[in-house]
């Protein structure tokens, strides 16, 4: 009997170990959850919301692999409040978020902030626009550069390679903005040395208000003898388009070419305003951004810096199916 007991008791024990060690196997570790801050440099303009709605796609599609991610948008109004950007960072870093999707709206003002979250171990991607430092994982952008350079060549040969020219920059120490001013300057210089100079040194500042404002400033004084116009980005595209229709100007009479791709500048290229738009693929940039950092946080290597690639856009080819995803992005879809 009690050899017996014995071995009823040693199977108990068996079948007891098989049943804990199948448990164990049949369980996996529940998944790592992350939550990671995207900071624009604004929330107003429609690139800003494509950037968003790319953040949320990663969300969407991490999900449904089965990772917990909470994606948190935070950002400045307006595009030049320094102050704002910094806190919101600061604020990031004290939360201990997972990490930062950071789109710096002054390369050399938010070197700091950057700096004090990756010393608290919080990883920092850039997003569309540079920062001095090289402290970050990576540098997700449009080769801004290349587009000044793309939209100096629309301009040069729609104006034949002489003409008057001005350049209505955007705002200083935004390094994406100066990359395309540098890059459409530097292509002007050699290729069209017959074009002329009118202005280059005017700043729209960061609405369409304060672009409109420096667009009538300068066609008060230049608009009798001006052929051309580039302006790089958003506000100051459209804020010009409008105030060339004003003095009667818009139709081409003063050829024009912008960057970006917002509702009433798709809008201004159709009805013949515009004659050239540089474009960049937010929606990409911002999905590319989170899921960027999401494969650092999972420890697999990525790149340093990713293009995410810049295209022209003229009334010829905007109705090609490529294009068209481009310009009408579905925002709605991911910003629910």
């Known amino acids: 009997m009690k050899s017996l007991r014995f071995f009823v008791v040693a199977a108990v024990l068996v079948v007891s170990g098989c049943s804990k060690n199948g448990a164990a196997n049949n369980s996996a570790a529940p998944p790592k959850a992350y939550t990671i801050a995207v900071i624009p440099k604004g929330t107003t303009h429609e690139f800003w919301k494509s ?54 709206l002054d390369s050399q003002a938010l070197v700091r902030p950057v700096d004090s979250a990756i010393q608290a171990k919080i990883p920092v991607v850039i997003i569309d626009s540079g920062l001095k430092s090289d402290q970050y994982v990576s540098f997700v952008a449009t080769d801004n550069y290349k587009g000044g350079q793309m939209a100096a060549e629309r301009l040069g040969k729609l104006l034949g390679g002489k003409g008057n020219v001005i350049l209505l920059r955007y705002a200083v120490g935004s390094a994406s903005t100066e990359e395309r001013e540098a890059g459409f300057l530097d292509v002007l210089k050699k290729q069209f040395p017959e074009i002329k100079l009118l202005s280059s040194d005017q700043y729209a500042g960061p609405t369409r208000e304060s672009g409109y404002q420096a667009s009538q400033n300068l066609l008060n004084r230049f608009g009798r003898e001006v052929d051309g116009i580039f302006c790089p980005c958003e506000p100051p595209t459209i804020a010009m388009a409008k105030a060339l229709r004003d003095i009667g100007k818009g139709g081409g009479k003063v050829k024009m070419v912008g960057f970006d791709a917002g509702s009433q500048s798709v809008a201004d290229l159709k009805n ?16 590319k951004g989170v899921m960027t950092m999401v494969e650092h946080l999972q420890g697999k290597k990525v790149e340093k810096r990713i293009d995410t690639g810049v295209v022209l856009v003229t009334p010829e080819n905007a109705d090609q199916p490529d294009i068209k995803e481009l310009l009408y992005p579905p925002l709605e879809k991911y910003l629910k």
């Open 272 to 287: 013949g305003d515009v004659q050239g738009l540089v474009v960049q693929n937010p929606v990409f940039m911002g999905y």
């Open 51 to 104: 950037i968003n709605a790319g953040a949320f796609k990663a969300r969407d599609e991490l999900a449904a692999q089965g990772i917990k991610l909470d994606v948190i948008w935070k950002g400045p109004l307006k595009e030049d409040d320094r102050d704002q950007q910094i806190q919101t960072v600061e604020n990031f870093t004290s939360r201990r978020v997972s990490g930062l999707v950071l789109a710096p």
